[in-house]
Structure formats: structure tokens, C-alpha cells
């Protein structure tokens, strides 16, 4: 297909603004029907720069990502690892900030994912602990997390299961999604690819670079493309991403970039029971098992037992 026709294509998430917008409206509309939107106005009094960030984390510690850059320049019908399978450390905040400063976490693609606030000093900021209730959201099902990273990062195209909020606090992103309908057009891993790596490798990971696809081989993307839609998350937006969106995440500019997420139980049921996407993970889990108990009985016999047992446990 012509690749101007393509980019007419390219849909754009619609913006609300809070004060137009109330808890009934929310669900009734967007959570109910599974419909991104960006949400203005709602977090306002943040901004999370990196000394703000120092000052609040020091030498508290945390699990850094060590993505590589090597692995972009890959087939990722090659990669043996991705999200919270990759290889992972932990860093106190403050040598963090270093690698940022001196750009060793861009050289390297190193990465804060998924790291909660809970026992931080940002843990009760309160238009972070109201924003769920203010939305009508019920039953938060993960801490609230950060994700801080260089300029750059891409957190490659995948879905999640719960419904997600991605609140921008520093810098922005541009987020790529797809509806869950595209599914088998974004060529996930597929399901038994956990039978061989366990949860290090993810079946609800795309196998396709999103902004530039290799159509040969993965000719359906194609059609995937005619469902694309891009945003720009900007400081003190809220995005809602309903579980089984496909969703690619890149922190744009030129220094760190800083957001917090959240997971929320999906509602209305039905929507979380009918979804193929949700029962593909869980069996990807179900193939995961031999080899993640294999590892920690590996584990167990080995001199750095608790160690390997706590990568182990980190990935789940
Ligand atoms: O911000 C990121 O890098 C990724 C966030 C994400 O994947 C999510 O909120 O579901």
C-alpha cells in the first residue's frame, strides 16, 4: 500500500479536559466500551525532574532494566529476552541519576521499569493517590510504578491485561497503539515461546518494529497499519490504555523522561471474560511453568541461591 495512504491512516487518541469530563462520563463512555483517551487537567502539581527525584529517592534502591542497545539492531525473532525478562540490577536512585547525567543510561538503554512508589517518600502524592477515584476507576491492581528513563527508550510494542493509566510527570513520550482486534496483525510471540524461555520472553510482545516494518515478513502488519493510532503524552496527562491495547512507548527530547503508571481491575467483567488476549497470557504463564520451576530448583542447588531465586521471583 502507498505509504501516504498509511500515514492519513494514523489515528489520533482524543484529549479531554478534566473539568469537562465526569467519574460517570469516564466509565460510562471510555472504561466501558475500552476507549483510550488522554485526560488534561487532572494531575497538576508535578513536576518530577531529576534532582526533585533525587531528593525524594537518594539512596533508596531500585531494579534498573539493562536493555542494550544491540538489541533494536536485531531481528526480534532473535531476542531471548524482553520486559521484565530482561536483565535487571539494583541501583540506588542516586547512582541512577549519575548513569543519566553522564549518559551512560542512554548508551546503554538502561531503564527504571516498573518500579513502585510504595515505600517512597512520593508514595502519598496526593494527586496520584486520587486520580483512580476521581476517574471512577475501582480496584487498583498494581502500586502505583514509576518509569524513568533516558531520552530514547522505547518500551516495544506489547498489552496488558488490567486496565492502565500512564500519568506524564517529566518530558514527554509518544505512545503507538492498536486496537485488540489487531492481535495476529502485530505478530505476537507466540504462546509456546515460553515453553522455551520461560517468562523471560513474552507472548503478549510484538515480534514487528512498529515505525519500521518488515512487511515481507510480516505482511499482516499491513492491515494493522490502517488501525494505528500515535499520541503525544505530555507533562500532567493521563492516558488511559484498556487492557489488550497494543502499545509502544517512547520517551522523546533530549534528557530524562519520567512517568508513573497504574493497573486497574477491568470493568465491566465482561469485558476482561470475552477478551482472547487475557486468556492467551494466562496460558503463556501455564507453558511458562516447567521452565521457571526447572530454574529455581537449578537455583536452590546453586551458591547464590536467594539471588537467583529473587531474579526469579522478579520476573513474575
Ligand atoms: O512508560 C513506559 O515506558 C511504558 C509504560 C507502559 O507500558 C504502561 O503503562 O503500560
Known sequence: ?????????????????FSSLTSKKFVDYYQKNGIPVVVTGLVQECDW???YLCQKLGEQEFLARFYGRERYNQDKRKWKSI???????????????????NQEAQKNDIYL??????????????????????LGLKKPISDL??????????ESLHYDTGDGTLIQLHGSKKILLFPPSQLYNVYPFPIYTHLLYGLKLRSWFSQVYPENPDLKTFPKFEEALLHKY???????????????WWHEVTALGTEMVCSVNRFWR????????FSWSRWRNYLGFFCALPYTLLSIG???????????????????
Open 145 to 154: 510504578n514509576l518509569w524513568i528513563g533516558p531520552a530514547g527508550h522505547v
Open 266 to 273: 477491568v470493568y465491566p467483567t465482561s469485558r476482561a471474560v
Open 1 to 17: 500500500m502507498d505509504e501516504s495512504k498509511l500515514d492519513d491512516a494514523v489515528k489520533t487518541i482524543e484529549r479531554i479536559s
Open 49 to 51: 525532574n531529576l534532582d
Open 83 to 101: 520486559g521484565s525478562g530482561v536483565e535487571a540490577k539494583t541501583i540506588r536512585f542516586t547512582d541512577y541519576a549519575n548513569l543519566l547525567r
Open 298 to 316: 537449578i537455583a536452590i542447588f546453586s551458591s547464590d541461591r536467594q539471588q537467583k531465586i529473587r531474579k526469579i521471583l522478579q520476573m513474575l
Open 230 to 244: 500515535e499520541v503525544i503524552l505530555n507533562p500532567g496527562e493521563v492516558l488511559y490504555i484498556p487492557a489488550g
Open 113 to 134: 521499569a516498573k518500579c513502585s512508589i510504595k515505600n517512597t517518600l512520593l508514595a502519598n502524592t496526593k494527586s496520584l493517590t486520587s486520580f483512580g477515584e476521581q
